[in-house]
């Protein structure tokens, strides 16, 4: 994968998840993580509903083999949409959240 391929791929990666920083709540906070080393970007949800902790992660975008990796996706938004829609190609994008079976036949073509 080509460095300038990369830094589209962050860049989009990051613009989609820095939408989510305003969904702060009166119990809760959105922290943005974006590692370009690792190429791994989330988005977490951080706080405090009474007495119980909240410490969840809504989306986990990698960076994998010249492929866009949705790890999580915890919300009712359809990222790989989003991610076209920003300029990431629809054949880069991959479901990591399916089973690896599943995976194997995406992999080659074979679904269906």
Known sequence: MDSNSIKQYQACIKQLLSEYETL??????????????QMRYLV???????????H???????IKDDMVVIQANNTE?????????????HEKIFPGILPP?????LKHGKLG
């Open 24 to 37: 702060n709540t009166d119990w809760s906070t959105i922290e943005t993580i974006f590692d370009d080393i």
């Open 101 to 105: 079976n599943i995976q194997e036949h």
């Open 77 to 89: 938004d359809m990222l790989d949409d989003e991610l076209v829609a920003l300029g990431i190609p």
């Open 56 to 62: 969840l992660c809504l989306i986990h975008i990698d």
């Open 44 to 54: 977490l949800r951080i706080g405090w509903n009474n007495q119980q902790r909240i």
